[in-house]
């Protein structure tokens, strides 16, 4: 179906079939990755603005790489040292930016709702790298598309997803895409982290990792952003191993060809076995491959702008 | 003397003296007095009320007039304003000011600055403990002196039991209410919205009704072993007003208000990530909201209060979690509240207006909110179903973080009369 | 917009015959044949000739659909209105002999972005354009090897083709007017 966002700020706004468009549009930026001359000339003279207001090296590099297949000039703008620390508002931020002559902006910042309201205030395309502990969008699509791929749908799938679920912008997006998609999704982890607020997402929520990684098709584990935890909400990472890491046991749990996904960066030994991220059961790589051809996919649809802009 | 001012024809409405009635109101150099004889030679003058209702000006016990220090958000003469726009003739101010009252002088600027500016009745409040810094009590009978009727540390919650128990002991002395923001900080951490479906949905980190509850709990433990009166700030948990509702069946000696947006707003509000939503405490789920309607219509909850919290349009203008709590209230909380407890049938126009009018006065003793003989002429003529829509740049207030802009209201007050003189016509302020 | 002419299935038929005709005539000797259709219209058109090319001449080709998606030269100013039919070839670009195949030729900015796509892959020995339909209004230096219907138009008018190759008696061409 016709893509007719100027934006990608959430999964939750996104129909089914919208999805599908995306993974469908990331199926063609795939095969011309694979090509001898890797690079299309979709955006030339587009000019794409990553603003990262929180550091995160894998998605900002993602977004670059996908921007430099595209053709489009691309730049990243590190917030964190930049005029905010100056007092300058996100408002007038975008406004200079966009000034600038930017046609595209990435961006990344950690209150939830940032990338809506920026969208709000400019006529340009924004896409959402991540917003806080809202949405996480590319992320999801492109976990998705990864399953898709594996197991031709997500209708009917059974997922598990493992780990700090309460902070988790990708969890969010997931859950959005997962039940959209078809596919019946579980949260596990400690309590204070998988709060069962979560269900009215219309997801099952777990505290026990045996029964909730049985007969799943599929575990993502999230990263634990002990980081992130002012006030603890577990012991210590490594009763958090002992009880909710996945090792060899705990992956005999799920189906006999689940497939391991996890967004990165991986916390080795933490949230997982070491050797288990390099198993043959690991997607880990395939996301990295596959988050390059779905941002692809993500600015190349929303390069157009809404149809409703152009109509006025 | 001066002549005699007759409103004419209205439906009086005055819930203190229990009166409902369509009779002609009469006031005479700023009180209220009794109709003429018939063979009187005095002046009359008219002012015509026939189709409106005729009912004390409003009385709101919870005002931030951001004076001194912050008056880019409102001034006493803008805040003041906006409470005769919205038929409050006698408002309550807190003490989170800049600096905040803690001292008799910071009372006195106040009330110079009221004496100056203001066009309806200001009454100051002064701090529980210096700074609001919740570690040392400001000097409470200094403030009282000064003219402060209660103590609060405005938006700011007391966490030290043993202080706050101190504090409310040592203003009983004084006969001084104590009024309380109810938030345990430990349990609502940084959270800007409510924990549940919503903050789940947004990833907006969420603060749980229980940080009110404790705090309700607490208060309510500690005016029961000290017999001192606390009054409690807009109460938006279910819980909470269940535990009030218990403690004053066994007579403890609290008070609660209701803000109109918690009565009308649930926290589904919040789906666009509007900082207009944005208050504290915050929007809850739709049983707290209708909770809080159940309370005020069997009397748990004793008043309502708006909260009016002014704060610029560039200081809202920002990212969800970096805005302010707080939105005004003065000018459309007739209207909310008409349509949620009238208009909805849940209660009588004098129940309604009662709770704007003499209950609200009473929680403080403020000597307002009736049209008895003798008192001030502190008279709102209002439309109970005159239907607007407020804009932004119509409120009479300096901010415009409302709610309630682009929504239907139904009820607006048409005149304000404030110490027998009109203040507020139609849309314009005449002072 | 009012139907000015409808082009039958009969007239359709007779125009890609003759289109086969010419291929075969060109190309009796030519290796590694490709005719590569142009999403999303020419991919029918290719397909018919496939088919004639190969019963009534005995003339194997390759398959291939160029995708321009990504080529266009109006990215940015509109939304994505069609979705994406992937690039694909059965036979190495680099040692064939490509015959691009569209329904209808126009302004050639189709056909510019096709001849981008193409060379994305690789270079091929010889590329040679077939439209059935020829509606004039070249904005670009293109001309067709292969037509099957010359038919001018003005520019507002809109050119619809329905090529079935499931069946070719319900193939029809319209041109509207407004």
């Known amino acids: 179906m016709p893509w007719i966002r100027k934006d990608l700020i959430s999964i939750e706004e996104l129909s089914p079939e919208e999805i599908l468009t995306v993974f469908n549009t990331a199926e063609s930026f795939k095969k011309i990755l694979t090509r001898k001359t890797a690079k299309t000339p979709a955006l030339r003279g587009k000019t794409v603005v990553n603003l990262f207001f929180e550091n995160s090296t894998r998605t900002r590099v993602a977004f670059e790489m996908a921007a430099t297949k595209l053709s489009a000039d691309v730049m990243s703008l590190d917030m964190k040292t930049s005029s905010t620390s100056k007092g300058e508002t996100l408002r007038d931020t975008v406004e200079n930016i966009r000034a600038l002559a930017a046609d595209m902006i990435v961006i990344r910042h950690s209150a939830p709702g940032s990338a809506a309201y920026i969208a709000k205030v400019l006529d340009i395309p924004v896409l959402n790298a991540g917003d806080g502990a809202h949405e996480h969008p590319t992320q999801a699509l492109l976990d998705c598309f990864t399953l898709h791929e594996k197991f031709g749908s997500l209708q009917g799938l059974k997922v598990a997803i493992l780990g700090d679920i309460l902070y988790s912008r990708v969890a969010r997006s997931n859950i959005w895409a997962m039940n959209k998609l078809g596919a019946e999704v579980t949260l596990v982890g400690p309590a204070t982290l998988v709060p069962r607020e979560f269900e009215q997402l219309g997801v099952t929520v777990s505290h026990d990792l045996k029964s909730a990684l049985a007969d799943k098709d599929a575990v993502m584990l999230l990263r634990i952003q002990h980081e992130r935890q002012n006030a603890s909400a577990f012991p210590s990472l490594n009763e958090y191993t002992r009880m909710f890491g996945l090792n060899k046991t705990r992956l005999s749990w799920l189906k006999e060809n689940a497939v391991i996904m996890h967004p990165g960066p991986i916390n080795r030994g933490v949230e997982i076995d070491s050797e288990l991220a390099d198993s043959s059961q690991s997607v880990i790589l395939d996301q990295v491959t596959n988050g390059l051809a779905t941002r692809m996919a993500a600015l190349y649809l929303c390069s157009g702008g809404s149809a409703e802009a152009i109509a006025s | ?431 | 917009m009012t139907i000015r002419k409808t082009i039958s299935s009969q007239e359709i038929e007779a125009a890609l015959e003759q289109m086969a005709d010419a291929i075969a005539a060109a190309h009796a000797q030519t290796r590694n044949l490709v005719l590569a259709g142009i999403a999303n219209g020419g991919i029918p058109v290719s397909q018919r000739l496939r088919a004639t090319l190969e019963s009534k001449h005995g003339l194997q080709t390759r398959e291939a659909i160029v995708d321009i998606s990504f080529h266009r030269d109006d990215i940015g100013a509109k939304p994505i209105g069609k979705e994406v039919e992937s690039t694909q070839f059965a036979a190495n670009p680099e040692e064939s002999t490509i015959i691009l195949v569209d329904d209808v030729l126009f302004s050639g900015r189709s056909v510019r972005a096709a001849l981008s796509e193409v060379h994305a892959l690789g270079r091929p020995r010889k590329i040679e354009l077939a439209t059935l339909v020829d509606r004039g209004n070249r904005r670009l230096p293109i001309a067709p090897n292969y037509t099957g219907i010359d038919f001018p138009t003005q520019p507002e008018e809109k050119v619809k083709v329905h090529v079935d190759p499931e069946n070719p008696e319900k193939s029809h061409i319209d041109i509207l007017s407004s």
């Open chain 2, 1 to 431: 003397m001066s002549p005699i001012t007759r409103i004419k024809g209205g439906r009086v409405i005055d819930p203190k003296n229990k009166r409902d009635e369509v009779a002609d109101l009469y006031f005479q150099d700023g009180v209220i007095v009794e109709p003429p004889s018939s063979d009187s030679k005095e002046n009359v003058v008219e002012i015509d009320a026939s189709g409106l209702v005729v009912t004390p000006g409003l009385v709101d016990l919870h005002v931030h007039y951001r004076v001194p220090g912050q008056t880019h958000k409102e001034t006493i003469q803008t805040g003041t304003a906006a409470a005769a726009a919205g038929g409050f003739t006698s408002v309550v101010c807190m003490p989170n000011t800049s600096p905040p009252a803690d001292t008799a002088g910071t009372i006195q600027y106040i009330k110079d600055a009221v004496k100056r500016e203001a066009v309806v009745h200001v009454f100051p409040t002064g701090c529980i403990t210096v700074g609001m810094e919740g570690e040392r009590l400001a000097p409470t009978g200094s403030l009282r002196n000064a003219g402060a009727v209660a103590i609060s540390d405005g938006g700011k919650c007391v966490q030290n039991n043993g202080l706050m128990r101190r504090a409310v002991e040592y203003a009983h002395m004084f006969d001084l209410p104590v009024i309380d923001h109810c938030e345990d900080y430990a349990l609502s951490a940084d959270g800007v919205v409510n924990e549940g479906y919503v903050s789940t949905k947004l990833g907006l980190k969420g603060s749980p009704t229980e940080a009110e509850d404790v705090m309700v709990s607490r208060n309510v433990i500690l005016s029961a072993k000290t017999g001192g009166h606390i009054h409690l700030q807009h109460i938006s948990s279910k819980g909470a007003i269940d535990i009030v509702r218990r403690a004053k069946a066994r007579g403890v000696n609290i008070t609660a208000e209701a803000t109109p947006h918690h009565m009308s707003f649930s926290d589904t509000a919040l789906s666009e990530f509007d900082t207009n939503f944005k208050m504290n405490p915050p929007l809850r789920a739709e049983e707290d909201r209708i909770a809080i309607l159940d309370g005020l219509e069997d009397g748990t909850i004793d008043c309502i209060a708006t909260g009016h919290a002014p704060h610029t349009d560039y200081e809202k203008d920002v990212e969800f979690d970096y805005a302010p709590f707080g939105v005004i209230g003065l000018e459309t909380a007739l209207g909310a509240v008409l349509g949620e407890l009238y208009h909805s049938k849940r209660l009588s126009l004098s129940g309604t207006l009662s709770l704007l009018t003499n209950r609200a006065a009473d929680v403080l003793r403020l000597d307002k909110g009736s049209l008895g003989i003798g008192c001030d002429a502190d008279i709102a003529l209002i439309d109970p179903d005159l239907e607007w829509t407020p804009q932004g740049d119509a409120f009479h207030s300096k901010s415009e973080n409302s709610p309630w802009i682009g929504r239907l209201l139904k009820g607006k007050v048409v005149t304000t009369i404030v110490s027998g003189k009109t203040i507020y016509h139609n849309g314009s302020i005449l002072a």
